[in-house]
């Protein structure tokens, strides 16, 4: 069974700064997706980036970019220039590449930041 | 598009009682799933279905009933309310490609409380 772990309950960063979230996860799939997911105070969730297990390169989207370790499985979020409204849960989510698979997200337990002025 | 509707948006049960979440998607999405978020456990999933007539189980599914007869809705049911099931409930649905990997589009949740 896959599973996914995040150890970081609760992180806080300044305003402008740089801050990094951790995921690892455990699995025996060789092919699979990675993402992570914004919560925010309205409880919707947003998605922030993905990661196919296949590509070395890693995922960027604008501030936000990941650090992917297959081997050592780590699938780290780091976020440039942080802004107030980046404050939310992150939660990070795996999901085998197999058919019929496109449903099945299993999610980490969730890393509150907070950002502050 | 509306996107990923959920109603109600909260809902208090007494135990024992039955209720049906509503889940509809107007993107034409084949999968659809149902998790539910509890403090310091994440997401985890409920049911899914990967088209009209198919449903299978996911991680927690003890308590719940599922259908999909249309591509549009996918309704969660408890037929017995217990306290246990006290939760923000979330609705998602994604299209098909490559075996899988797109984005999930959430609904807004239902918090539920069982009393």
């Known amino acids: 069974a896959q599973t996914v772990t995040q150890s970081q309950p609760e992180m806080s960063v300044q305003e402008a700064e740089t801050v990094t979230l951790s995921c690892t996860y455990d699995t025996s799939e060789n092919n699979y997706y990675l993402f992570w997911y914004k919560q925010p105070p309205s409880r919707q969730m947003i998605l922030v980036i993905r990661q196919e297990a296949y590509k070395q390169q890693n995922a960027t989207e604008n501030r936000f970019s990941v650090n992917f370790q297959k081997a050592a499985k780590s699938f780290s979020l780091k976020i440039s220039d942080s802004q107030l409204g980046d404050t939310a849960m992150y939660f990070c989510a795996f999901m085998k590449q197999r058919y019929n698979q496109g449903g099945k997200l299993i999610f980490g337990q969730g890393t509150e930041l907070s950002v502050k002025p | 598009n509306a996107g990923v509707t959920q109603t109600p948006k909260f809902q208090v049960l007494k135990t024992g009682q039955s209720m049906t979440l509503q889940c509809a998607q107007d993107?034409?999405?084949?999968?659809m799933s149902w998790y539910r978020q509890d403090p310091g456990m994440g997401l985890r999933l409920i049911h899914y279905?990967?088209?009209?007539?198919?449903?299978d189980q996911g991680e927690v599914p003890n308590g719940y009933n599922v259908s999909r007869s249309t591509t549009e809705d996918f309704p969660l049911r408890l037929l017995s309310a217990a306290p246990s099931q006290t939760s923000v409930y979330f609705c998602?649905?994604?299209?098909?490609?490559?075996?899988?990997?797109?984005?999930?589009?959430f609904g807004p949740g239902t918090r539920l409380t069982v009393l």
């Open positions: 279905s990967v088209g009209a007539g198919i449903t």
């Open positions: 993107m034409n999405h084949e999968y």
């Open positions: 998602a649905s994604s299209s098909t490609g490559l075996a899988g990997g797109n984005e999930q589009f």
